[in-house]
């Protein structure tokens, strides 16, 4: 299979099959394997393991982030991550917005510079984790995190907060 046809067929394919090719994302690979399937890449990315993406093209991330294992981007709208930013195993970001309606819309979620997201971490659409802020394992983000706050909990709440502190 050519690189055309692995791109064309990437969502297709069972992905125990390529999560070989996944775990090696570096940032000698990126340009060649993840420019194409990002909106946006930055320098120094590292996947841990496997990941999934609804659409690719609808993700933008900077430079020095680390995504662990099993990372889950539902991005039918767009996702922006910050640089300097640690997002544990099993996160989900979920763009899709379900009403009691049934009605199915999508808004976008942006993490800015320097977030530490937990394992197990849910975040919804339309959220905006500022810059500096940590959310908990385990928590379902419902509503934007102010920076420089902890967050946890389902849905997750406001545990406590700091001051930017000069080096």
Same mark, same amino acid.
């Given at each position: 299979?050519?690189?055309?046809?692995?791109?064309?067929?990437?969502?297709?394919?069972?992905?125990?099959? *390529? =999560?070989?090719?996944? =775990?090696?994302?570096?940032?000698?690979?990126?340009?060649?394997?993840?420019?194409?399937?990002?909106?946006?890449?930055?320098?120094?990315?590292?996947?841990?393991?496997?990941?999934?993406?609804?659409?690719?093209?609808?993700?933008?991330?900077?430079?020095?982030?680390?995504?662990d294992l099993d990372v889950d981007?539902?991005?039918?709208?767009?996702?922006? *991550?910050?640089?300097?930013?640690?997002?544990?195993?099993?996160? =989900?970001?979920? =763009?899709?917005?379900?009403?009691?309606?049934?009605?199915?819309?999508?808004?976008?979620?942006? *993490?800015?510079?320097?977030?530490?997201?937990g394992g197990h971490?849910?975040?919804?659409?339309?959220?905006?984790?500022?810059?500096?802020?940590?959310?908990?394992?385990?928590?379902?983000?419902?509503?934007?995190?102010?920076?420089?706050?902890?967050?946890?909990?389902?849905?997750?709440?406001?545990?406590?907060?700091?001051?930017?502190?000069?080096?």
């Amino acid at each position: 299979m050519n690189f055309i046809s692995f791109l064309a067929n990437f969502n297709q394919q069972d992905h125990s099959k *390529i =999560t070989a090719v996944k =775990t090696k994302f570096n940032q000698e690979l990126n340009p060649l394997l993840l420019f194409p399937l990002f909106k946006q890449i930055g320098q120094d990315i590292t996947f841990y393991g496997p990941i999934d993406f609804s659409v690719g093209a609808n993700i933008s991330l900077a430079d020095n982030i680390i995504v662990d294992l099993d990372v889950d981007f539902k991005d039918y709208a767009s996702i922006s *991550i910050g640089k300097n930013t640690f997002i544990g195993p099993n996160v =989900t970001f979920n =763009t899709l917005i379900e009403d009691p309606k049934s009605n199915i819309a999508c808004a976008p979620i942006k *993490i800015e510079n320097d977030v530490k997201i937990g394992g197990h971490v849910t975040i919804q659409a339309g959220v905006t984790i500022h810059e500096h802020a940590v959310i908990g394992a385990g928590s379902v983000v419902t509503s934007d995190v102010p920076a420089f706050s902890f967050f946890a909990g389902n849905p997750a709440k406001k545990i406590s907060s700091s001051t930017r502190h000069s080096s």
